[in-house]
């Protein structure tokens, strides 16, 4: 591989500031209960304000389509924070792996370019309809606009769904398909099955040159889920150390205890290294690297299962009431472990890294 970049600029950090702040504002703890709860788990108007007036849904659209003509890193960013918040928002569905889509197609195309100027205005969003387990190495393709596709992220919040077909890649309307909500593990990224019963569809285009389309989105897709559960990590790990030195036993923080900083300790290491990991992905990806699916494979392995241990450590060392249905260590547990299943899992993309160095089988 070539040597990544792994540091953030000053315009990343700009970006950082000016997105945390927002998502400070607008996704409190009880708002983001009081959501997940409801029947519209996604925020409307902090989509408008992230998606539209900030510019973030074309982050990755180049400016002679409609976008801001940023990057992947750019793109990083935004997911670190949206982990760091579990905010409800169809940003890795829509703006990042529906959108890297449409960009592996013919972008002199009408119907290309007129749905990601729509999309990168923020004025509608797409869902790629495939089973939110897809990876970039386990896409299988339906037979036609007819059938039902199970476990589509964020099909009840879309208005265009990307089919990936034998016969070509189409654009459906939402509203001409029948789309069920289903009970996910988590409540802020909601699933959907999709029923198609002979539904009119926009080709795309034809079935290679969708599914390479359809490839490169997922890899993308999975590549910046990795940062998002690096921003889960990292809220996880800052508020097991917050609450360890305030809460006390003994009359001493429990944090001052050396088993539990160990843990904490060992956590530490565990998270910088999946900024590393998650950081060179998103590197690769921005600079179109060679070494990306090998960069994206590495990240997915480790980060998924860093963001899984890290959500368990802050409900632990939270005690009681990290066990509470008013604490949100719950919401980052259950994003943490559905993101460890979604776009490939770790097993997966192992596999998919001895492959490519040539190792016999799975390490």
């Not at 970049?5 to 983001?32: F, K």
């Not at 393709?141 to 007819?146: C, P, S, W």
């Not at 589509?152 to 309307?173: C, I, K, M, R, S």
């Not at 008013?326 to 001895?354: C, F, N």
């Amino acid at each position: 591989m070539s040597e990544p970049d792994l540091l953030y600029s000053e315009a990343e950090d700009d970006l950082r500031a000016a997105v945390r702040s927002l998502l400070a504002d607008r996704t409190d703890t009880p708002s983001a209960l009081a959501r997940a709860e409801s029947d519209t788990p996604y925020d409307q108007g902090l989509w408008r304000s992230l998606g539209a007036d900030m510019g973030l849904a074309g982050l990755l659209v180049p400016e002679k389509l409609g976008g801001q003509g940023a990057g992947h890193r750019e793109a990083a960013v935004v997911l670190e924070e949206i982990g760091r918040s579990v905010a409800p928002v169809p940003y890795l569905t829509s703006s990042v792996i529906a959108t890297e889509t449409l960009l592996g197609l013919d972008t002199t195309s009408t119907e290309v370019t007129s749905l990601l100027a729509e999309l990168a205005a923020g004025r509608r969003t797409a869902a790629l309809a495939v089973p939110f387990a897809y990876g970039p190495d386990s896409l299988r393709l339906g037979g036609g606009l007819d059938g039902v596709v199970s476990g589509v992220a964020d099909a009840a919040t879309a208005d265009v769904l990307l089919l990936p077909t034998g016969q070509g890649l189409y654009a459906v309307e939402a509203s001409d398909a029948v789309v069920a909500p289903l009970v996910p593990l988590d409540l802020t990224r909601p699933l959907a099955a999709v029923t198609l019963d002979g539904a009119r569809g926009t080709l795309l285009a034809d079935a290679e040159t969708g599914r390479t389309a359809v490839r490169r989105g997922l890899l993308a897709g999975a590549g910046l889920l990795a940062c998002e559960q690096l921003g889960v990590a990292e809220w996880c790990l800052a508020e097991a150390v917050a609450y360890t030195r305030d809460r006390k036993q003994f009359n001493r923080p429990v944090g001052s205890f050396q088993a539990l900083k160990h843990r904490m300790a060992q956590l530490w290491l565990e998270v910088v290294s999946a900024r590393a990991a998650a950081r060179s992905a998103a590197d690769a990806l921005a600079t179109g690297s060679p070494d990306a699916p090998l960069a994206v494979a590495v990240a997915q392995a480790y980060c998924s299962g860093v963001a899984v241990r890290a959500a368990e450590e802050c409900v632990q060392l939270h005690g009681g009431i990290g066990m509470t249905w008013e604490h949100p260590a719950h919401l980052y547990l259950k994003r943490a472990k559905s993101a460890q299943l979604a776009l490939g899992s770790a097993g997966e993309h192992r596999a998919a890294v001895a492959g490519i160095v040539g190792l016999p089988g799975p390490v």
